[in-house]
């Protein structure tokens, strides 16, 4: 894997609450493109790690999001035929911290050490549609949240379409589909569960830094 892209205001929600900014400086209307960042490789774990809670920090959002696995190099790719680059699935925990402005890339928020856990790659022929499986996450065994992938603004082929406009996705990249509004957050000491029906599951534990 070289390459995991986050995708902001993807859900609805997402979109609506970030909405009325989006009229003000600097950009004075809405995005026409999907906005994206980087989970850059000293955020990559797996099942199982321990994630720190940067020291200063009382809490820390939880992403619970599927990420797509790109299985041959996607350039330039028609809507149609997107899927077609996929290799596979994973359940992913996007964690950031708390941030509400959307003036500056989310660099400081989303790219801390162990920042996307993530589980194994699930075959793409084992998930009949990536745009209508539940999404799941508990923290220390309670329900916290649940929504779908029905009803994104931009699909999983329309996101790596527009994607590859501009930059190829190679074997192994992953593209994140995108989180609600207001997600569910965890504190030291935590232990968090992220499920996505036929995909898998996910469970860390969050810790001080410097416990880890």
Known sequence: MKMVIGVLLNFPDAWAAAEPQMHHAPHFQPPRHPVLYFKPA??????????????GVSEVELGATLGVVIG????????SEAMRHVAGYRVVNDIGLPETGLLRPPLAQKCRDRFCPMGPVVP???????GKL????????????S????????????????ISEFATLDTGDMVLIGVPANPPRAHS??????????????????CAEGAT
């Not at 000293?42 to 020291?55: L, S």
């Not at 041959?72 to 809507?79: D, I």
């Open 147 to 162: 929504h779908a992938t029905v009803g994104l603004l931009r699909s999983v082929p329309q996101l790596l379409s527009a």
């Open 72 to 79: 041959e190099p996607a350039c330039a790719v028609r809507e």
């Open 134 to 145: 539940r999404i799941r996450i508990a923290v220390n065994g309670r329900p916290q949240a």
């Open 42 to 55: 000293n955020t990559w774990c797996g099942d199982g790690d321990d994630i720190a809670v940067p020291a």
């Open 124 to 130: 793409a022929d084992r998930v009949a549609d990536p």
């Open 189 to 206: 000491g935590d232990k968090v569960v992220v499920e996505i029906d036929g995909v898998g599951r996910l469970e860390n534990l969050f």
